[in-house]
């Protein structure tokens, strides 16, 4: 579908370390004072801290790519148990409307928000390559996202993380077993939504057949023997805290033999991918997503 972008501020509208600052205030580092605080020194012009705040924050019609009403595809809310986790994660199941035979399946893991707009549409945005999707909301212990990106982020740390982890294990097994599944299972993921593909690697070994991860946290060097599949890990240059730790995990899955390929971005931040915020950067998405799109292909329809 068409959707007016026309309004869309770009990175290079704001100073970069503005986009740190904000950086550190969406991963929690810097409370919304925190924030308005440091960023004071940019409201000029007539602009104010807080306007900064909210020409940052995500417009998901932006993201809309694929529309939920699109009739070549068919999704429902899904509910999986989860006995190992918070007994049961709900998430947004995706797949063609006119599926024939069994297909692949991708599970799609969230950011630091919860199962927002943006990760339904790139679960949509796979069922159109032939994919069956799931999007599980880790925030289904905390009654679910919110709907406001904000709370969404309060109630993320409240969150208990190895539960949620076993959540997301239970949905990646719930998703590979699916009826409409050919028993190959991949895995993407953006922020920490990385790193959880990183750890599903981990948890998950043979069961996992690729795994996509874009500015992800790093597994400990010596979990890395434990990962089975193959794994593309997608890096901004700008984002040098992530970014610093990915050649020694790389070197560490290169050294327990495993299948991996690292791109790093260059002059692009953290969530360049996320198509909702001036942090997204055009040309470094669309590579990064055809180069995970190829390397699903691969190792997931070959």
């Not at 989860?82 to 799609?108: M, W």
């Not at 159109?128 to 909301?137: E, G, H, Q, R, T």
């Not at 539960?163 to 719930?174: E, G, N, R, T, Y």
């Not at 050294?255 to 790093?264: C, D, E, L, P």
Request: hydrophobic share 40%; with cysteine.
């Amino acid at each position: 579908m068409a959707v007016d972008t026309s309004g869309r501020k770009k990175a290079s509208d704001f100073p970069q370390e503005l986009l740190d600052i904000f950086h550190h205030y969406v991963h929690g580092d810097l409370d919304r004072r925190g924030f308005l605080e440091r960023a004071q020194k940019f409201a000029v012009g007539g602009v104010t801290a807080l306007g900064l705040l909210e020409a940052l924050q995500p417009n998901f019609a932006w993201a809309e790519q694929v529309s939920p009403e699109d009739k070549r595809i068919k999704a429902s809310r899904e509910t999986v148990e989860s006995p190992q986790g918070n007994g049961s994660i709900k998430g947004y199941f995706v797949k063609p409307a006119n599926e024939t035979g069994k297909l692949a399946a991708i599970i799609v893991c969230h950011e630091n928000r919860g199962l927002n707009p943006y990760i339904e549409d790139v679960a949509r945005r796979l069922a159109l390559l032939n994919y069956v999707a799931f999007a599980p909301d880790g925030l289904t212990s905390v009654g679910g996202y919110p709907g406001d990106e904000q709370k969404a982020a309060q109630m993320f740390n409240t969150v208990d993380k190895p539960k949620m982890l076993q959540d997301f294990v239970a949905s990646a097994h719930w998703l590979k077993a699916r009826p409409e599944s050919n028993g190959k299972l991949g895995a993407i993921g953006f922020c920490f939504g990385g790193g959880m593909v990183n750890n599903l690697a981990v948890q998950l070994g043979s069961d996992l057949n690729a795994g996509v991860a874009f500015y992800p946290a790093a597994q400990p060097a010596d979990q890395a023997s434990k990962i089975k599949a193959p794994m593309l890990e997608n890096y901004a240059s700008l984002d040098t805290r992530i970014t610093s730790a990915g050649p020694a995990f790389e070197e560490a899955l290169k050294n327990a033999g495993v299948n991996v390929t690292r791109y790093v971005y260059e002059g692009v931040n953290h969530g360049f991918h996320n198509d909702t915020t001036p942090r997204y950067d055009e040309n470094a998405a669309k590579l990064a997503w055809q180069r995970s799109v190829d390397f699903f292909h691969k190792y997931l329809q070959s």
